[in-house]
């Protein structure tokens, strides 16, 4: 199926250059797909930046819009400042962040060692305050406009059995989401959250696509979970100047999940 062309719509992002962390695994490879079917230069990051599936990746859609890559460890701030040096050397200058890193460990509370802890702490919630400052820093000193769309989740709002360490940061992730919003508005850098429900993953297809899935989906309005296409609009949505009067909102995407009977 061909990919769809949101050049000269609303969401037509041509001119513009999005850096998208974690677009290696999980939503990664959807999210740039979409930003480049709006013409969107993209720079791809993973932790290591001759990862197969990051190159792969580059190659397929390089075709479209011009795509480059860079090694960043999201959880660790000489490595993201180390990445937006390299991003700045190739003559690249970021003006959309999609802080889409994040990291599931599931485990019951009382079972979540230190270890654990820390590792989830680092990556989704330290991890996207290191990128998000560095995005920041680098449009104020050049008094450029910008836009930083946090893929939270609607696990941030309600919580299930054994994610206690992921649902409490992608919590405190909405919470930073507002924080940032309201002190940044000031340079033209709009921050705003894009919150999935249960959308299918490789990571996660295995189970959403079985019977034990059965009783989740049931709790979904629309009967079902959602596919990666699904959060194009919403994603397109905050990363254009179709939101130019929006920052600091979370926009929740999980056929109706959230407002199922308790």
Same mark, same amino acid.
């Given at each position: ?18 850096l ?7 939503l ?7 930003? #480049? ?7 791809? +990051? ?9 190159? #792969? ?57 230190? +270890? ?19 995005f ?23 919580? +299930? ?19 940032? #919003?309201?002190?940044? #508005? ?11 429900g ?52 979370t ?12």
């Amino acid at each position: 199926m061909k990919s769809p062309d949101y050049t000269n719509t609303p969401f037509d992002l041509s001119g513009k250059t999005a850096l998208i962390t974690g677009a290696s695994g999980g939503l990664g490879e959807q999210f740039a797909a979409t930003l #480049a079917s709006a013409g969107a230069t993209l720079i791809l +990051s993973a932790r290591d930046s001759k990862n197969p599936k990051l190159l #792969a990746l580059q190659e397929k859609l390089s075709g479209s819009v011009k795509v480059t890559c860079v090694g960043m460890d999201v959880g660790d701030s000489a490595s993201v400042s180390h990445a937006f040096t390299q991003i700045s050397e190739q003559g690249f200058t970021a003006d959309i962040l999609l802080n889409n890193a994040g990291i599931a460990k599931p485990s019951s509370a009382i079972n979540t060692d230190e +270890s654990l802890w820390q590792s989830v702490l680092d990556t989704n919630l330290s991890g996207a305050w290191y990128v998000a400052r560095e995005f920041a820093k680098r449009l104020v000193s050049i008094k450029h406009n910008g836009a930083i769309v946090n893929v939270t989740s609607i696990l941030g709002q309600r919580v +299930s059995g054994g994610v206690m360490s992921y649902a409490v940061t992608k919590a405190g992730l909405e919470q930073m989401t507002s924080a940032l #919003a309201l002190e940044w #508005a000031r340079y033209g850098i709009r921050v705003n959250a894009l919150a999935p429900g249960y959308i299918v993953t490789d990571m996660n297809r295995d189970y959403l696509e079985s019977s034990q899935s059965e009783d989740l989906i049931s709790n979904v309005p629309q009967r079902r979970v959602g596919e990666p296409a699904d959060l194009d609009g919403a994603l397109l949505l905050l990363a254009s100047a179709g939101d130019s009067f929006m920052t600091g909102s979370t926009v929740v995407v999980d056929g109706g999940h959230l407002n199922s009977s308790l």
